[in-house]
């Protein structure tokens, strides 16, 4: 076990829709990263975000939006969803700012489907 | 931005062989390269992480090593045991950078 939290596991829902994923960093963590990894493919980063703030972007679609909220957890949203949304993603958190001070922690992911 | 190519992207060995696994970097300034390794329908986990100051590092049967001048690093396996089959990716980072790069992967099947 990580120490990372994301919900729903698993989520089923329709082309157009829109959908929160949630995230609990390990416990004393600041930085949450966000990935989304399609079927056999790598992980493409998404957003950064260290104690509320957005510190990177990567290759994340205007579609798409996050935030860290003051208590640490974050949320990605994804609205007007597309077949090709359908992915794993993944939430990691670490404790600096700086990523390559250490160990990214995954979360187990949360898989969508959209159909 | 940072781009990390990853070779092969799909590796088979007999059971206690050794298993290599290449990454190239395009930036400079990265100075971090860690090595992630993901099972079926599992997280990724960090199994070894080397930075620039450092041209090897060790840990039990997998090692890595640094070429900074020709920007590549790789994962040395030795003695595979099945349960090294997995998906394997490297990633660098540099200081000013926000994020990891990730390679593309590497899918390590051992073979009993």
């Known amino acids: 076990d990580s120490g990372v939290t994301q919900t729903p596991k698993h989520l089923i829902t329709a082309t157009g829709q829109r959908v929160t994923l949630r995230c609990s960093p390990r416990s004393g963590d600041l930085s949450v990263y966000w990935y989304q990894q399609s079927l056999d493919q790598g992980l493409q980063f998404l957003i950064h975000y260290y104690n509320g703030e957005e510190r990177a972007k990567g290759n994340i679609l205007e579609r798409f939006s996050a935030q860290q909220f003051p208590d640490l957890h974050s949320e990605l949203n994804l609205s007007s969803l597309e077949l090709g949304d359908s992915a794993l993603y993944f939430c990691?958190?670490?404790?600096?700012?700086?990523?390559?001070?250490?160990?990214?922690?995954f979360g187990e992911g949360s898989r969508l489907t959209v159909l | 931005g940072e781009n990390v190519e990853q070779h092969p992207s799909t590796l088979s060995v007999q059971e206690g062989d050794s298993a290599v696994i290449k990454c190239t970097y395009s930036?400079?300034?990265?100075?971090?390269f860690p090595w992630y390794k993901q099972e079926l329908g599992k997280r990724p986990q960090l199994i070894i992480d080397i930075r620039s100051n450092v041209g090897e590092k060790k840990d039990q049967r997998i090692a890595v090593t640094l070429n900074k001048t020709a920007k590549h690093f790789s994962l040395h396996i030795t003695e595979t045991q099945p349960e090294d089959s997995a998906v394997y990716f490297c990633a660098a980072s540099s200081n000013y950078g926000q994020n990891f790069v990730f390679g593309p992967g590497t899918r390590l099947s051992v073979l009993p």
């Open positions: 930036d400079s300034a990265s100075n971090y």
């Open positions: 990691a958190s670490s404790v600096m700012s700086d990523p390559n001070t250490g160990e990214l922690f």
